[in-house]
């Protein structure tokens, strides 16, 4: 459990979001707006979201579909400008990086691993191809023999044959195409991994195939994760800290000990109710109310306070701050009152 | 007599290179008011069992060989007409997307009634009264006034509530439930499973619930069957096969869920894929990836057999059986 006691050991961060933000204008167009007098409308996806991930460490987001999970994500590997806010890797802050030359420098030290593995091959391309592109991108690769013998040893060392790169992506399993991502993410010797439930479109003993893989490069060559799942028990397997999103905000960050354990959030709380009981234990369940709510017009003060049991009028009206503690973070009045109930869920042994 | 008996049942879809075997020899039975689980990876033939017993077998797939009978009666070869009595009458169907299960283009009020009509005596008056009573039950809230309200304008989860209301419009004996809550969100999904097994419960259906999570099965079944390749490889009571599964395939598959709470370094992991339909191998079609095989899996077929509490179709089980 080394690993996990990085969380509190004083080393810099490798990646720090502070107040990140990302807003979309999902407005009608001027004319329409004019017509009918509609005002401008604006989707929060993210507000405000700050974590920090220390290196070799994994961090992941949980949260239901529209919380903003996905768009952190994009955030992070440059897929998307921030609204407001700052991304600093390894100390830099990443819009500073103005020229062609600094931002290449930067972004050749991270990459991504996206959920489809059917959409995010090309079709057209020999997977020997595929995974060299990032290397022909950021000029790493010597001669065509030095850049075939390295995809060869990625695709050894994410479990498949040398003799596969001849392929084309539709000769593989789904299975076998997640790890073509992660070789083609690997070939530019990336220090940080952006998945974004990389798992979610697997069966479940493909999915164990791939977590322990992903485990695996982390242990040998030190990778830095920021996992994304809505799968709490997948992000309980391989997370170092966890971070709850609900509506383009952060709900609690700790570790999965204490998050499990100890549930702070009620929104949290409410989510590892969900967790279909694989143990057996015949618990008696708190029958969860309510749906997310549209995020354009989210409810005011605490987003989730519609579908909290705790919620009063202070609830309604201002938005909760983050508290945090020597391990985590978590943006509640009642925790900060102390109106928290002791947590109900059976603790994991 | 068991509400649904599935005997020997055989689904092959002829190709221009030959016919694929996609369900290979499944029996089983459903009982009154009883929830069965399948569960299976893509590709095990999970779906095409359930799309054999509504009659929703998309051609060139056909039953080539056994009978499935619904309250004794067999079903299987029944012509379109007849078929499509039982279907919504007796049989009701629940599919992954609630969007594509219900029409656009007419309001859910029309939607329900019209099924309503269509498979009771009913006046337009007791089905509209029936309908609301069933939104109602199925907890939508102000049913009365969302009659008139189209498929659009619900959210993912209400959406999927209605789509169990129109399964449950005839009353029916048994739903096929095809991946009820896999599009839905995690805290949606719990409040389908809730509302399931709370139906089974009230109105004594029986469910056949086909899904690829473990998880619901643990929830909501009395008894999971799971296949491979297929084929069933072991079935059994719920709970003896998520706590102590006999088959080295359902072994690997429970060692492979991630469980919160579990610490544990690596998952049990399962080494290659399910075969393809065109290359089963012969003898037990597990055998490329059982971490216990021996000689007799690469000649015989295992057929299912009694082993503690639940069945599987595996050589280690049968050895002990006959003393070999």
């Known amino acids: 459990m080394s690993d996990r006691l990085i969380a509190t050991s004083p080393e810099p961060a490798l990646l720090e979001l502070e107040n990140l933000s990302k807003y979309f204008d999902v407005s009608k167009s001027l004319l329409n707006r004019t017509i009918e007098r509609l005002p401008k409308q604006i989707l929060k996806a993210v507000d405000g979201v700050s974590f920090s991930i220390k290196p070799g460490q994994t961090f992941s987001l949980v949260g239901e579909s529209g919380c903003g999970k996905s768009t952190v994500a ?16 390894d100390g830099t802050n990443v819009a500073d990086a103005k020229s062609i030359a600094q931002n290449a420098a930067l972004r050749r030290r991270w ?26 991108v950021f000029g790493l690769a010597g001669s065509s023999t030095e850049l075939s013998k390295r995809v060869s040893e990625l695709l050894e060392q994410v479990g498949l044959s040398a003799m596969d790169g001849e392929k084309y992506p539709h000769e593989f399993s789904g299975g076998q195409r997640q790890r073509v991502s992660i070789a083609r993410a690997l070939s530019s010797n990336p220090e940080f991994l952006v998945c974004d439930e ?25 990778l830095t994760y920021l996992f994304i799942s809505h799968n709490l028990a997948v992000v309980y397997h391989v997370a170092d800290m966890i971070g709850v999103m609900y509506l383009g905000r952060m709900c609690e960050i700790a570790t999965p000990q204490d998050l499990f354990r100890n549930p702070r959030h009620p929104y949290t709380r409410l989510l590892i109710d969900t967790i279909p009981d694989l143990e057996m234990t015949g618990k008696a369940r708190e029958p969860v109310a309510g749906e997310v709510p549209n995020p354009i017009n ?52 | 007599m068991a509400l649904l008996e599935v005997e020997n049942l055989r689904v092959e879809f ?9 369900i290979d020899d499944v029996s089983f039975q459903i009982e009154e008011g009883e929830v069965l689980g399948v569960v299976g990876e893509s590709g095990a033939g999970k779906s095409l069992t359930g799309a054999s017993i509504i009659g929703l077998l998309e051609p060139p797939g056909r039953i080539a060989a056994g009978q499935i009978r619904l309250e004794g009666e067999r079903i299987d070869n029944l012509p379109y007409d007849e ?39 009913d006046t337009e008056a007791q ?22 309200s189209y498929p659009h304008e619900f959210s993912g989860g209400m959406r999927q509530r209605v789509v169990i209301a129109l399964a449950l419009c005839a009353n029916p004996k048994l739903i096929v439930a095809d991946e009820p809550t896999t599009a839905l969100d995690v805290s949606i999904q719990a409040q389908i499973i809730a509302l399931l097994k709370k139906l089974c419960r009230d109105h004594k259906t029986a469910i056949m619930l086909i899904t690829h999570d473990m998880g619901v099965i643990a929830e909501t079944a009395d008894r999971v069957a799971v296949m491979y390749a297929g084929r069933i490889a072991e079935i059994g009571p719920v709970k003896q096969v998520v706590k102590h599964p006999k088959h080295p395939y359902t072994i690997g598959l429970m060692g492979a869920i991630p469980i919160v709470g579990r610490d544990i370094e690596r998952l049990t992991q399962i080494e290659g894929s399910m075969p393809r339909l065109t290359n089963i191998p012969d003898g037990c079609s597990f055998n490329p990836r059982c971490p216990k095989v021996f000689d007799r899996c690469y000649v015989e077929r295992p057929d299912l057999v009694p082993t503690g509490e639940t069945t599987a179709a595996c050589w280690l089980h049968a050895k002990e059986k006959t003393g070999v």
């Open chain 2, 83 to 121: 078929l499509r009595r039982i279907r919504g009458k007796k049989i009701g169907a629940i599919f992954q997307d609630p969007l594509t299960s219900l029409n656009p283009l007419y309001t859910i009020g029309r939607q329900l009634v019209e099924t309503i009509r269509v498979h009771t005596d």
């Open chain 1, 74 to 89: 994009k955030l992070v590997v440059g897929l998307h400008k921030p609204t407001g806010g700052q991304i600093r890797f």
């Open chain 1, 198 to 222: 990389p798992t979610s479109a697997l069966d479940v003993s493909v999915q164990a195939q791939i977590l322990n893989l992903m485990k695996d490069l982390q242990r040998d060559i030190g």
């Open chain 2, 14 to 22: 002829p190709t221009r290179r030959g016919t694929l075997l996609a």
């Open chain 1, 298 to 349: 989210p409810p005011s003060g605490c987003s989730f306070h519609p579908r909290c049991p705790l919620a009063n009028d202070r609830c309604k009206s201002e938005i909760p701050k983050p508290i945090h503690s020597a391990t985590g973070m978590v943006a509640c009045h009642a925790a900060e009152e102390g109106r928290l109930p002791a947590p109900q869920t059976v603790a994991p042994a």
């Open chain 2, 127 to 148: 089905a509209r009264d029936r309908t609301v009573q069933l939104l109602t039950e199925v907890g939508i809230p102000a049913a009365e006034r969302r009659l008139g």
């Open chain 1, 111 to 136: 990459q991504m691993i996206f959920q489809d593995p059917y959409a995010s091959l090309n079709p057209r391309w020999r997977v020997h191809d595929i995974i060299a592109e990032p290397m022909r």
